[in-house]
């Protein structure tokens, strides 16, 4: 499943979480992904309710932290994040948004990465809000994240340091560290605030894709302005049959060790699958052919990461088509703990099954069970038969 965020009035932490359930993500799961954290239920609080902003329905999540003198730096985030239960795949989305975070105040402030402190209200509603976002993209299947241009806002916002110009200094550094796009303000006042910022710096592409509508989460802002106050999740798949493109280029003169950095780079902007092959080039040249599948609204992003990040001089754009089956995310029971499912659908039957390895892994490790057993017990539960039981 892929995802389109429309920012007509901007983004911030608890706008996203609001798209996420009113997405179908109940807040009853949003609060037990979170227990994970460990932070103690006197930590914090969440609330949801439907409320109007304008003409229009939305669903408002209010995030409450307790004022304590204690602050955090991006050390103690880590360590937090590194003793909680969450999944490692969401462990990983919200450390590499605070790392980013991080990264942005520091340059603003003109200090390092290790000084930066987060105040405690702020570190805790800032991880609720990041490790929410990160939880809430897993466990809706979301595959890709991609969004609109940012409206900013304009005007003064008191923060910590005093009296900041809108946008937020941070604001602005993350989104010039995603070369985002912008678009002018519908109003006066903070749009885009740091926390939002930071998720969609780290986690969207920013062109709008081709795709098969399946249903919208439409999160709503703190505030009121004069026009709705409202973030939109799009929901649903890739264009069946649609026109996609293949990227390759042949290389014999780089470092293997610097493939796997290319791949995250290409998978972070958009690609929808990048793989390496290895061939015999000219005069006997052990070489790799880089692959990658993209869709062509990215062409020219990933064409460029290629180029920017390659030995190689030049590369091969391919027009291909691609079907694909309907996918959809399941959480399911097993004797040890819920395992989300990735669930494979053929005319809205579930033809096949492949339960989050990660999640097998974990429960394998703290029931000392062998992982095939739990893998097993996770695609039976999904109503799928084992590979021993299916047809020949």
Not at 253 to 262: E, F, I, K
Request: proline share 7%; aromatic share 4%; with cysteine.
């Amino acid at each position: 499943m892929i995802a389109y965020l429309d920012l007509p009035s901007g983004l911030s932490g608890d706008m996203f979480l609001g798209c996420l359930v009113d997405a179908g993500w109940s807040i009853d799961d949003l609060r037990a992904a979170l227990t994970g954290l460990k932070l103690g239920p006197e930590a914090y609080s969440i609330s949801c309710q439907s409320v109007m902003k304008g003409p229009l329905r939305a669903t408002c999540v209010t995030v409450q932290a307790v004022r304590t003198m204690h602050q955090r730096r991006l050390c103690d985030i880590r360590n937090i994040l590194d003793a909680s239960s969450l999944p490692v795949p969401v462990k990983a989305g919200a450390l590499a948004i605070f790392q980013r975070l991080a990264e942005a105040e520091a340059k603003v402030h003109g200090t390092s990465v290790d000084e930066i402190h987060f105040h405690e209200v702020g570190a805790v509603d800032a991880l609720v809000d990041i490790v929410g976002a990160a939880a809430g993209i897993h466990a809706l299947g979301i595959d890709r994240l991609y969004a609109s241009p940012v409206p900013l806002g304009e005007g003064w916002v008191q923060a910590d340091h005093g009296r900041l110009p809108i946008p937020a200094p941070a604001t602005l550094e993350l989104l010039t560290r995603a070369n985002a796009p912008v678009r002018p303000s519908p109003g006066p006042g903070e749009l885009t605030t740091p926390t939002g910022a930071a998720i969609i710096s780290s986690l969207a592409t920013f062109v709008q894709p081709r795709m098969n509508l399946h249903r919208i989460g439409t999160g709503a802002g703190q505030k009121n302005f004069a026009w709705p106050n409202v973030a939109r999740l799009w929901l649903g798949q890739p264009t069946a049959g649609g026109a996609i493109v293949q990227i390759e280029t042949n290389i014999d003169d780089m470092n293997p060790q610097l493939y796997s950095t290319v791949v995250d780079h290409l998978f972070a902007a958009g690609a929808l699958d990048v793989w390496l092959t290895p061939v015999q080039m000219k005069k006997g040249r052990p070489g790799t052919v880089l692959s990658v599948l993209a869709s062509s609204d990215s062409e020219s992003v990933l064409v460029d990461i290629v180029l920017r990040h390659t030995t190689t001089l030049g590369v091969r754009v391919h027009h291909v088509l691609r079907h694909e089956a309907a996918r959809q995310m399941r959480s399911v029971p097993t004797p040890w703990g819920p395992v989300q499912v990735k669930l494979k659908l053929l005319e809205d039957k579930i033809i096949g099954a492949t339960p989050e390895f990660d999640d097998c892994k974990r429960l394998a490790e703290q029931q000392q069970l062998p992982l095939h057993q739990v893998i097993e017990a996770a695609r039976s539960a999904a109503g799928v038969a084992t590979p021993a039981e299916l047809p020949k």
